[in-house]
């Protein structure tokens, strides 16, 4: 193993890579105090190098114990300027403790996943809140929660929702949710996903992502969702769509990739067939019902590292994997998201870093989303960095693209 | 044949039909005079049936000569309530002044495609234009031009982007050009598409929607696009991105969906190979330079209905379809749109109209959003159709989905 | 249109081309008397003109009058050497009148399609089958029959299954039928197949193609098969599988291509959701029961050209394409197999009917496997063609190859 | 942990589980002296244990070390009847040993990986190779040398190929071979295949498994071939075809799955890109020339778990995975071919042996298919256990399919 356990992802990660290179003379961070909370693995480390390269002092947490680690944290806290807030494996009451201790630093910007950080600042330290310049946060459930705290008034500065760009969208959800938690899933179970019935709930973009790839990799697909719209779209994709309750019935496999809450839930539980195996691929381990299983279940086992086997009585055998926390951070193979993805993600939470320090728009407190031009950069920092050259708008194109005049003709 | 040339497209429009029952009684559209532009075929002339069952009088022009069917026109035009102003393969002249004749009846409403009534009532019938309660426009090339008009002051009513909707983006750009498209194209040339290299221009909705089906057909994509992160996107879907000239150069096929101009011009011509086979899927017939084929060839041939072969000096003979405009609306054996990409699409129009006509939202002269719940409530109407349910939130779900407060755990 | 029919076939059929130039001097047909039969578009002209120019004389038949072109017919019978015993629209007395007198000319080879003349000589002028050279079948159906004369020891004479060789499968049925059996579906309904159940009736290589392609179209494909090996192999591709009677009830097409009959028959019917579409891609028209619908009918309607409409009584409304014939080569829109596809195909009728009549091997009467030598040839003019270059066995690999020592080694 | 290192795989391995079952009380195989090489995990457990269970003494060996698991060792040497003659992690000598010692045992049956234990019994055991009853292999490679041996006439025993039967190649080679070897590559890197350029070498039953799935997780594919045919069905399926000297200057990734050696070898590094990661899918180690690297690498590092670099001189970084064995049973992250995959492989050895211990057949010396009625009783075996139906034959198709007269009708 090489000594630097960051080495390999640094070779993955060639958007971040130039950004620390561009933006190591003119030190952009330079005087900030950035808090950085996502799942501590190595990306996450060359993330937290790029910001360090740019000037900023960084205060360190993790998204959960138990994607934290030990040696990302112990390689980064030898850095000056970094100090680190978590350990791997950390109990509950340690972990609190620690990410307190950060926010009580006093942030200027804190760059989130889960709006684990944001919450907390606005919960427990409003005055630490009141002063720091901006965030950003990059997970879809985390925007739901700033959303909601947008709408009651609650916020105390800019966040960029870098979750909502078309970048993360496409790049992050869809491919990397989708291949980490489909690869994830496959080593876990050791099953394989042609000819099987996998249920995928919910068809926002981590959804799309892992229905369509299961699809790609011969999974009859079945998808559930709330939407109409999304639902339509999924049925036009080639999906199967249908409740839950009907679904369940014949899923060899249930992943789960909604946002929400409850998504298999006690009512489920008797049609499920026997053996059928359910992962979550959402952000919060609440997507499935834990809780009811454990209460259905008459005996617990664990057939295999990493599966949790739930006896119910007269009834299916269930197996969830992980604990219901998300497959492709937690599984018993976990490496994370593709490091690639990362660095899109990362690269667009260092640009809107870099945009709320260098004051380039006066925004009030409220979520925003970044800006198209920043988005856009990125694009093309990543497309150079694969060598894809695109064409490049003549002038006539640019003229006609601006003038509402109609030139074509049907004549 | 059936003497209702309607009949085929009725039974594949079940949310029209749903509509004209539900509004058959109420009437919402009495009293207004509604304009209708679009491609003429049986389609539009349901949509046509339906608006006029819902109370309104109908002035009808079409959008292009090639595209407007015989029977369809006789048909409407039979109907007390419903004017026509035009006929299949009229010359110029007389097309545009029946469409200046429509404009002079003071519709009330306008609902358009390519923008083509809505420009020449602001150009041309500037009095009329200051009169009209508000319009509609299903087309992405007439979406930009309402941009143009709009971002200059321009627009004398309020309009609805119903294109823009994400109904009509999945279910009709990417999923009813996209077919519509590969069809016309493989029969009009009796080649086939896997094993071929099919070049698209452009990865909006249209683009993405023929480059996905002409990969799930067997065929190796290129993408060509001006816009980074679209280009990015096509690259993570599998598709090779490069520029047009080094695209060219490998096409078996070059389909064009775009919106703009010029896409295939001069400077491509020389890179072309032997045999290669140009198509449209975009609104406008300039996004194939024909000038430029014209000008460089030094014979010109129809070696089969629909294709026009340009014999460049000392270089490739490049195959044109259906004379550089949109393929699938004129192609020898074209049908128009499927049906049912019709129906919603035009579902999405007359909700619209319904929306404007009953003044459910006083709105300024601009181009606006279609309400998401118009959006909504047509793709439930068309999953009721296709006999798919969905599952509803539970309580619990909508408690956490307005809540902020983190309630998932990582312990 | 180009006064020349085949013009544009030529163009799309290289092989065929590359061949009538390489035999055009050594003439190795010369003196022979070929009878093709074959569906009589354009590229079968192709076809007929490469025989006749390695200097065979030409007896030509059809497979159907449908799919029979008048101008073709006139292009042939114009060449010296070629002479032709059908037209099209011909009716049924006509027709085997024309077949039999072509036999009554003592062809010395029958490039056969369907095994149409080679079962009629044997059953009508067995004097003239004790003296044919040889023969070559081109089609699943065909090569069916055959296996079951050869098995009963009836064949007078050897013929090669060239629709068994990996070229005809994979090139020809796969990608060939699949191809255009949809494309003709598509414009014959002009409905789409994204969002759609389609049911696939067997999973042979028309099957898989159809099922595949219209999977990659965004269709929800269900197959039916009567082999388990078959039917596993479509669960594995991840195509749900059923019984016709379970899979009928939820279709929004059956696509038949089975080589078998009665696939959808009088006990499927009432199953059967209403506007349901039946099309076969299948060799003979006794795929669908047709009789079974007349039958079961009320009312008989044609809503659009090329759809027969079956009301059947308090039941659902029933559509067949094309009168149950093949829908790719006798749909409304039909232009036949695309050409290339049929340029490989008969390149190895051509390679085929080259061995038997030079003598290469010395074969008794019987059904026998295209030599691979053929098969591989054809397939490398085809890549040639097609600009694409291979890697060739290093000295070392063919050792390897040679070798059953183990070299590999697990230390 | 479960304590029955077995129970997991049981899970998935209905087939097994069914035939213990069924031949628990006839015990076929009692008398009989079974020697076993595969992979000793836990699916080859389970194996085991179900010729076991119908009479067989088992002689059990590996196919590698490294793919040999410790706690399967153990616990099926605590089985009576059962003799084990490996260990996890052995050295070359002690392996070698150990096999020589199972060969002494003679034994009646010999089901083989690779034509290990094949080749050695002909070729330093003779007079043990006269006596046994028969053998069988599940490996394309070993395949590959036992033809050669038969070719040499130097079978001593009848061996049935079982990788050559329809369902151990679509199921087993297309699926289990593609799936387990992308997910151990995705996970072994933690790089994603979406935007990928894959090179697959060889477009056998498992190339075109692993070529299929990675185009449908987004990647972009490129295939290399030795064979016309099968590279044609390539360019046919999509992909891009190209000698290996130029699709490796684009790859991303070079999967090899060919049968063959030397297939990257020293020729071809300096056209490697920087970071190039190449990984091996097929039987043997000598599919990547790893000697040619050691040769011309400047210095050799390991990055990350599993994965070796090897730094050529002014040029790139070349990423060789699990060191050149075959990736998805040596990987670190290996779990070998997804369980139900290796159910239906075994099952077929399992049946190969009854068969040929129960004598149906009299067999001479030499290789042998796998009779159909076999092959075809495992796949409707494993759809009942799927729960899934397929239609039978009428009395009237069966009359159809028998009977050469024509009977469909063109007119």
């Keep these: ?106 942030p200027d910007l804190i760059l989130d996943d889960g709006c684990e950080l944001i919450a907390k600042v606005h919960d427990e330290h409003p005055e630490v809140a009141r002063e720091v310049v901006g965030g950003g946060e990059q997970t879809t459930a985390g925007i739901r929660r700033l959303e909601a705290m947008d709408d009651e008034g609650m916020l105390e500065f800019p966040v ?98 909604t946002g929400s809450r409850d998504v298999v839930r006690a009512e489920h539980l008797d049609a499920l067939p026997d053996g059928v195996i359910l992962a979550n691929a959402g952000h919060f381990d609440v997507e499935i019902d834990v809780d009811a299983l454990e209460s259905a279940a008459e005996r617990v086992t664990e057939p295999k590292e990493g599966v949790t086997r739930y006896h119910l009585p007269d009834g299916p055998r269930v197996n969830l994997l992980a604990e219901g926390r998300l497959i492709n951070l937690t599984g018993p193979y976990s490496q994370g998201h593709p490091a690639e993805v990362m660095d899109t993600t990362f690269a667009m939470m260092f640009e809107a870093a870099r945009d709320l320090a260098t004051g380039d728009r006066d925004l009030g407190p409220g979520l925003y989303q970044v800006p198209d031009r920043l988005d856009r950069a990125v694009a093309r920092r990543k497309l150079d960095d694969m060598g894809v050259a695109i064409d490049e708008m003549t002038d006539r194109q640019r003229e006609y693209y601006e003038d509402w005049r109609l030139e074509g003709s049907a004549f």
Excluded at 189 to 197: I, P
Excluded at 212 to 233: F, N, Y
């Design 160 to 257: 960029y929702g870098v979750n909502d760009t078309p970048m993360k969208n496409h790049f992050d959800n869809v491919h990397g949710t989708g291949e980490s938690s489909l690869s994830n899933v496959m080593l876990t179970t050791n099953a394989m996903l042609a000819g099987k019935t996998v249920v995928v709930a919910g068809y926002g973009y981590c959804g799309r992502g892992i229905a369509r790839k299961a699809r790609g990799l011969g999974a009859d697909t079945v998808v559930t969702e709330v939407d109409p719209r999304k639902a339509l779209e999924a049925v036009m994709d080639g999906h199967r769509v249908a409740p839950m309750a009907e679904a369940a019935a014949e899923a060899d496999y249930v992943l789960s990739a």
């Design 1 to 106: 193993m090489s000594e630097d356990p960051l080495a390999w992802s640094r070779d993955f990660t060639p958007v971040l890579r130039s950004l620390a290179e561009e933006y190591g003379d003119d030190q952009p961070l330079d005087g900030y105090t950035v808090a950085v909370a996502s799942h501590l693995e190595t990306k996450t480390g060359v993330f937290v190098e790029t910001l360090h390269a740019a000037g900023a002092r960084l205060l360190v947490s993790g998204s959960e114990p138990y994607s934290t680690r030990g040696p990302v944290v112990e390689a980064l806290s030898q850095v000056d300027g970094i100090e680190t807030y978590v350990e791997a494996g950390m109990r509950e009451e340690a972990w609190e403790a620690g990410q307190h201790e950060l926010l009580e630093q006093g």
